[in-house]
């Protein structure tokens, strides 16, 4: 029979990495699938006209619905991952979570109000079940002191980047070409495909990711906790986003005052004085953090809905060949807006090598992180500038820009991306206090959720004409500024980081 060390040195998978990688590899795959695919289908179908078949929605109420969805998926992560430490297991938990997605996705088939709110209730549960737990189980296919587990990371990325760049591409032709909940239903049937593969591959991961051996009533109490952390996270986030009106006006503020409630307690009563100076640290990048996420999640809201509306996306037949219904001499008005939603993959896959050289080679002359994390942010509001040009050139209603200024905004929103996401990741787990780690991780995932909470309130205030320029300046600016304040915070925050860098 194997031991635990033989099982962590098992080399019979792909590239001489445990086999169990393979079928997490997929797995997440095809959960991206399924994310991305609906998520490059949620404005636009928000706010197409009922007439057409989407709800009606304005711009408004769609993108603060996109950024409470696409907060809440990553807040859920929190306590998805508690429940996984105390009580399911990450094995369990990802299955679970990958079913319950599926049925999210799935509820969104059918065109009603009350399905596709249930559908999103679904996805953001499942999801924080499945999300935090999955990279989990990478982890705990290597021992301690194994060299391949970043290799193995760096192929389960791709995995990540595959299934979004996929996704775009089939679920925005079906969803705006032809039905909307085609769309939805090929996501939920991604999903479908990823569970069916990570059963079958079930037994490559018997050995990781096993449930906690606990008493049936510390299991039923855990049980019980988990599951009212679910219904809390979710619960006050719908209060605050569905809430009375009182309550939605100030709902940032809200957000804002708890989190200050939670970082006063955690320097005032709970951290050691040695760890103040390094989750000091964490904390600050924490805040810019929070500013990125905010402009590059424009990405499926904002960015998105000028796609849609305000560039030209005819294109020669013979490229569409391909697809049913197309003629190869014809000119095709209008591919599917939610093909650019694949760019900032195919800009990652490519570029993501490229960066890693680069820091290789620069060895201990490349910038520290903070400094990383300040370039982040400053290509990120460099992408933005470059709509604020092009919202500039529509002139009169009606105008339209070409597709290629999209694509620029997402490559330079790669390139901050790659400087500041991985180094983000990296750091928190360097500077965190061992006892800690977990938490600090959980602060680095909040920063994200509250990002596109604030995203999502941004996008609101999408329009025309000069409403379009001032959305674009603000989310140019914001990320810029925060990147020129980063800079000048470097000192300080590299001698609180001590030989951290």
């Not at 990688?21 to 998520?39: A, I, K, N, P, Q």
């Not at 424009?298 to 960015?303: E, I």
């Not at 219904?325 to 008005?333: K, L, Y």
Request: proline share 4%; aromatic share 12%.
């Amino acid at each position: 029979m194997a031991t635990s060390i033989d099982l962590q040195r098992d080399s019979s998978g792909l590239g001489g990495h445990p086999r169990g990688l393979t079928t997490l590899f997929f797995t997440e795959m095809w959960e991206r699938f399924s994310y991305y695919g609906m998520r490059a289908l949620l404005v636009l179908y928000m706010t197409t006209a009922a007439a057409s078949g989407g709800l009606g929605f304005d711009d408004k109420m769609a993108a603060s619905i996109y950024g409470a969805y696409t907060g809440s998926v990553y807040l859920m992560s929190i306590p998805g991952g508690w429940i996984a430490d105390n009580v399911l297991g990450t094995r369990r938990s990802v299955l679970l979570g990958g079913i319950i997605i599926a049925l999210g996705h799935f509820s969104m088939v059918f065109p009603a109000v009350q399905t596709f709110y249930l559908g999103l209730i679904l996805i953001v549960i499942g999801t924080g079940l499945l999300k935090p737990n999955v990279s989990a189980l990478v982890g705990s296919l290597y021992g301690t002191e194994d060299e391949r587990r970043d290799a193995g990371f760096s192929i389960f990325y791709m995995g990540i980047n595959l299934g979004a760049f996929i996704a775009p591409l089939i679920c925005s032709y079906l969803g705006e070409k032809i039905d909307w909940h085609l769309g939805f239903g090929m996501a939920g049937i991604g999903m479908t495909f990823g569970v069916i593969q990570y059963v079958m591959g079930g037994a490559r991961l018997a050995h990781v990711g096993n449930a906690p051996a606990l008493p049936s009533g510390a299991r039923r109490r855990n049980a019980l906790l988990g599951t009212f952390l679910m219904l809390a996270c979710s619960g006050a986030v719908a209060f605050l986003w569905f809430g009375p009106e009182a309550i939605r006006a100030i709902k940032m503020q809200i957000l804002i005052g708890a989190v200050a409630g939670f970082l006063i307690w955690l320097f005032t009563s709970y951290l050691r004085p040695e760890e103040k100076k390094p989750v000091g640290v964490i904390v600050i990048l924490f805040f810019f953090s929070i500013l990125f996420w905010a402009s590059f999640e424009q990405a499926g809201s904002s960015f998105n809905l000028f796609a849609d509306r305000f560039t030209d996306r005819s294109v020669p037949g013979w490229i569409l060949g391909i697809l049913p219904g197309f003629i190869s001499d014809q000119v095709i008005d209008g591919f599917p807006a939610g093909w650019y939603q694949s760019v900032n993959s195919i800009f990652l896959i490519g570029l993501a090598p490229v960066f890693s050289m680069i820091w290789l080679g620069l060895k201990h002359r490349q910038p520290s992180s903070p400094a990383k994390f300040a370039i982040g942010l400053f290509f990120t509001g460099l992408g933005a500038i470059v709509l604020v040009l092009a919202s500039s050139g529509l002139g009169d209603a009606g105008n339209r820009v070409g597709p290629s200024w999209l694509i620029w905004v997402y490559l330079m929103q790669t390139i901050g991306e790659l400087c500041l996401s991985p180094v983000g990741l990296s750091t928190t787990t360097k500077l965190a206090p061992a006892r800690l780690t977990g938490l600090m991780m959980g602060v680095w995932f909040l920063s994200i959720s509250f990002g596109n909470f604030l995203a999502g309130e941004i996008a609101g205030e999408f329009g025309s004409g000069s409403a379009l320029i001032n959305l674009f300046t603000k989310v140019a600016t914001i990320p810029i500024a925060a990147s020129l304040v980063l800079i000048f915070m470097i000192p300080m925050i590299k001698r609180m980081m001590g030989r951290v860098n």
